[in-house]
């Protein structure tokens, strides 16, 4: 009892007088304190650091932006760009048109056409596998001084022997039979360098392919003369729009002249302030002076753009009627399912077509380049806008809109792959799964987070990109939107990799907050008499419920920030998915906020425009991650279970 007492008061005297080090007094406690808000403090200064930088590099861009778009309208782009839309969706609709013909040419073509494709393919293999004998004659016929013919006959002689010896290895196509199989290794075999005329029977394959497109190409004339008249309908308007794209690109071209001088002018004068002597100040001043900066008269440069409108307004009813009469001249039906879903798809969105003509009309009759451009206008391109395109000699546009739908489809397909896998692995290794178990599905489930996200993109690229391509074809699965897949770099496929990475995160947390339900809420319901099943899926995942929203949350700013796996695999098309196919919308390429910023930053000039609009990128993404990881925190707070 005494040495109890005693040892309580040394412990009492401990506290009252920390232990000296160095003779000075050291409180342990408060040390440990302060290294952990040190660590919190250094945290927070480095996120705050984070977000200044992004700030500070893209503070700039909205006023650059707002600048460039009124240069945009000054000098008449705009003006321009009401006649591109539609020629632009004119283009859009050939190429439907276009594919749809071709897919219906090709029931009747494609088949003779796969022969004489493949016999060809086999001579371009023989010819690659007697390349070494072949290399020695095609010296000697090409040679200025007349060659032996006894050389010239033995150099023939080895070409032979290596066509032989190539056509031995050679898998002839299935395509054909046995006796044509015999007559193409005949030809093949006697296959010299300085031969002009095809081998018989690849001519006569030739023949045939051209024939039946011939054929095809008759018995379709209806179809194929109705796409050739859309096609040369928009002709007139095209020839001027080109007219009315040079003027307008040379009044562009003195602003960017005058800007830049602006510029250097800006320069010089700031380091004249700064010059160290009176001599090299003056020096900056006369050449700041020296600079030109003749004033633009944006006025003349539009007053020949305006004179085309009477043409464009002529032109315009001859197009929407010619191009009316060349979509009621196509077939209603055809017998190719990928032709007719084609072909209806271009008429679903000729109405659209024809109302933007009139829109581009009412347009051009509105415009007015002396209108200021609004302060919100940038910031409303920027957050809002269509169209990324960069590094144009038009114009640049900086909309975030494809880059945002991009990253978000992608992260739905990886949402809906990793979120029941990650969920339900979970709740079987902390409930059901025994100790063993458990010791090999943590360990391996981890693990996937140490892969390097390059090597799942080169998985993506050489593997599964391809599966997905090849099963797409399988007519079993013709049944699912959008197969047969065009694309082997797609969303899906960038999806699949990142359901992959995000697994281990969703799993992790997950798991955790299952394992901190407190125990007796397990108790009490087996108490009542529930199984194991009830108890699980009534008790235990209801009570984490908030954990795993908070986990399932976590694991969507993982697929969001990544960045390496989507610029790989996704196929960095910059523009909205088209919508149509439904959920075949997938199997489209797509481009994302992280990797646009990876594939383009290291190719701009630093301070451009371009480098800014990137940084603005980089800020919404912060503020994307931020967000989704406060509205995981209100989660767990909203649905806390305190234990009693």
């Not at 591109?84 to 004119?90: A, D, I, R, W």
């Not at 307004?313 to 399912?337: C, I, Q, S, W």
């Not at 909309?399 to 969920?423: D, E, K, N, Q």
Request: hydrophobic share 50%.
């Amino acid at each position: 009892m005494k040495k109890s007492d005693k040892t309580s008061s040394l412990g009492s005297a401990e506290l009252m007088h920390p232990a000296r080090l160095f003779g000075l007094r050291i409180n342990v406690q408060q040390i440990i304190k302060w290294f952990f808000g040190t660590n919190a403090g250094i945290a927070i200064f480095v996120l705050v650091l984070i977000m200044l930088s992004l700030l500070r590099e893209g503070a700039g861009f909205l006023p650059t932006y707002r600048r460039e778009l009124g240069v945009y309208r000054k000098a008449g782009l705009e003006y321009c760009d009401y006649v591109k839309k539609p020629l632009t969706e004119n283009q859009e609709l050939l190429s439907k048109l276009r594919r749809a013909l071709n897919a219906e040419l090709n029931t009747i073509s494609k088949a003779a056409r796969d022969r004489r494709d493949a016999a060809l393919l086999v001579k371009q293999h023989i010819e690659d596998k007697s390349a070494l004998a072949r290399e020695p004659l095609e010296e000697a016929l090409a040679a200025k001084e007349p060659v032996a013919p006894e050389k010239i006959a033995a150099l023939r002689k080895a070409v032979t022997e290596a066509n032989a010896k190539a056509i031995e290895t050679e898998i002839m196509p299935a395509l054909f039979t046995a006796e044509e199989q015999k007559r193409l290794k005949k030809d093949l075999l006697s296959l010299q360098p300085d031969q002009e005329d095809a081998p018989p029977f690849i001519k006569e394959l030739t023949d045939l392919a051209a024939a039946k497109d011939g054929e095809a190409r008759e018995k379709h004339a209806a179809f194929v003369s109705a796409v050739d008249a859309f096609e040369e309908a928009v002709d007139p308007i095209t020839e001027v729009h080109d007219a009315m794209e040079e003027l307008a690109l040379a009044t562009k071209e003195k602003a960017v002249q005058l800007h830049m001088a602006e510029d250097a002018k800006a320069k010089l004068l700031e380091a004249a302030a700064n010059a160290k002597t009176d001599s090299e100040k003056q020096a900056f001043i006369k050449d700041a002076e020296a600079t030109s900066l003749e004033e633009i008269d944006y006025k003349a440069g539009i007053e020949p753009l305006l004179a085309k409108l009477p043409e464009i307004e002529k032109l315009m009813p001859a197009y929407r009627e010619a191009v009316t009469k060349a979509f009621a001249d196509l077939p209603k039906k055809v017998g190719d399912a990928e032709a007719q879903r084609l072909l209806d798809k271009a008429r679903s969105q000729l109405p659209t077509h024809l109302k933007h003509l009139d829109d581009s009309l009412a347009l051009m009759k509105q415009w007015d380049y002396a209108k200021p451009v609004p302060k919100v206008q940038a910031t409303v391109a920027f957050l809002f806008g269509g169209d990324w395109i960069t590094n144009s000699s038009w114009q640049d546009f900086y909309g975030v809109v494809p880059l945002f739908v991009g990253s978000l489809l992608i992260a739905v397909v990886a949402m809906v792959i990793a979120v029941p896998f990650s969920i339900a692995a979970a709740v079987y290794t902390n409930q059901f799964a025994s100790p063993r178990e458990q010791e090999i599905i943590k360990p391996v489930i981890e693990f996937i987070q140490a892969i390097p996200s390059v090597v799942l993109g080169f998985i993506g690229i050489s593997v599964l990109g391809d599966l997905i391509k090849e099963l797409s074809h399988l007519p079993a699965l013709a049944w699912i939107p959008g197969f047969p897949v065009q694309e082997r770099l797609n969303m899906f496929n960038a999806g699949c990799l990142l359901a992959l990475m995000a697994v281990p995160t969703m799993f992790s947390l997950a798991e955790d907050a299952i394992n901190n339900v407190p125990t007796s809420f397990a108790e009490a319901s087996d108490a009542l008499g529930a199984t194991k099943l009830q108890t699980v899926f009534r008790v235990v995942i209801p009570a984490a419920s908030s954990g795993i929203v908070a986990a399932i949350l976590l694991g969507l700013g993982r697929i969001l920030g990544e960045t390496m796996v989507v610029l790989l695999v996704a196929g960095n098309r910059i523009a909205i998915p088209d919508f149509s196919d439904g959920i075949g919308t997938v199997f489209q390429p797509a481009h994302t906020l992280t990797g646009i910023i990876a594939q383009e930053l290291g190719e701009v000039s630093r301070g451009s425009s371009h480098w800014q609009a990137l940084f603005m990128v980089g800020v919404l993404l912060f503020f994307l991650s931020l967000l989704i990881n406060y509205l995981s925190r209100l989660v767990v707070r909203r649905f806390r279970h305190y234990k009693i």
